[in-house]
């Protein structure tokens, strides 16, 4: 009894005005381990925004399956973010019981007039792709250039960024962004760079989305000085995917 009590003080603390106080919470949370999930699961849907974020991070950590229905709860969130979080804990968890919910999710953001780009939108095609629910298009030769760049697992060399850019648009995909990322001493840093910030016009036949997107990227990817230790990541989508 003295453990579920424990139990239920630290998760009522991740909605504390402190967030040291609520970052200590799920850190004891945490250390407790698999005793905390199912009591977690039942309180989290009358946590605050940060509380349902933190409970997100338990339950990801913890790596426990049980965790799914709370999760998958989560995805009709009137937070965007939680939303976010908790698609990417579904992936991690390999939970296929959400897809039905997670292409759910995904056609209330694309209707809601947020744009393909938005960290939700990637969030949740990321999940329907780990859980095997969405195909991604990834052209021969940009399949063969990807590398492992520090703690990024996927990224490509800066010096063929044109190059995949261009094979990406020549198979139909359309580039939403890329980021660059400088790996120094085995840690990994974000390198900002030139951006249009231009909005692709989804109202066009896609075959002109792709060619808006290719133009945009290659402005963008002229600007950038490759060097080895220097990657990019690139979003793309499909038709199917806007």
Partial sequence: MLVVGEIGRLIRLLDDDSSEIAEDAKA??????????????????????????SAIEVFEHLGDAAAGPALIDLLSSEHETVREWSALAIAELGLREAVPKLRDAYRRQRGSGDGPDWTEA???????????????VLPPLTASL?????SIQRAWPSAR????????????????YLQLWAVTDGRTFWNDHERLDKPLDFGKPWQQVVE????????????VVARPNLFATVEWIDCADA
Avoid: W
Wanted: net charge negative.
């Fill in 28 to 53: 004891e949370l945490i250390s407790i381990g698999g005793d905390v999930v199912q009591p977690l699961a039942a309180a989290v849907g009358t946590l605050e925004r940060f509380g349902q974020l």
């Fill in 122 to 136: 990637v969030a949740i095609r990321h999940a329907l792709t780990v859980l095997g629910a969405r195909q991604e």
């Fill in 146 to 150: 990807p590398t492992t760049a520090g």
């Fill in 161 to 176: 960024l044109v190059d995949v850019i261009n094979d990406l648009a020549d198979h139909d995909q359309a580039v939403l």
């Fill in 212 to 223: 808006d997107a290719r133009e945009s990227a290659l402005i963008e990817a002229a600007f």
